[in-house]
């Protein structure tokens, strides 16, 4: 069994998070997707992401691997098969977990995405 953790987003809300190891299919589960570095008794947010945990999606492998190189060991997943819900719920995240890789996220880039 995968340990739980919770992180709070800006707006104060709580989010219960599972625990992935790298060994595991985390990139089949859709949900919001922080990677995570080990910091005293806490974590230090590498990045957040949302996933929609489609097969074969090699953006959620290059996001890992992109937070492996700023430090990230571990990969926390809060289930959430609701795109716009996890979009909100990852917005509010980033902006009150202060991820290191936040320049150029595409939670900054979407508005510009979606109107390609």
């Known amino acids: 069994m995968n340990g739980l953790v919770n992180f709070c987003g800006a707006n104060g809300n709580s989010y219960k998070f599972e625990r992935f190891g790298a060994d595991q299919d985390w990139a089949k589960v859709a949900g919001v997707v922080l990677f995570a570095a080990p910091e005293g008794k806490s974590w230090r947010i590498i990045r957040v992401a949302d996933q929609g945990g489609v097969e074969g999606d090699v953006a959620t492998f290059w996001r890992w691997r992109e937070a492996r190189r700023y430090g990230a060991t571990a990969i926390f997943i809060r289930r959430n098969a609701d795109i716009k819900a996890r979009r909100l719920e990852a917005a509010d995240l980033a902006d009150g977990l202060d ?12 508005p510009e995405l979606l109107a390609a």
């Open 99 to 110: 991820p290191v890789f936040a320049t150029g996220s595409e939670l900054q880039r979407e």
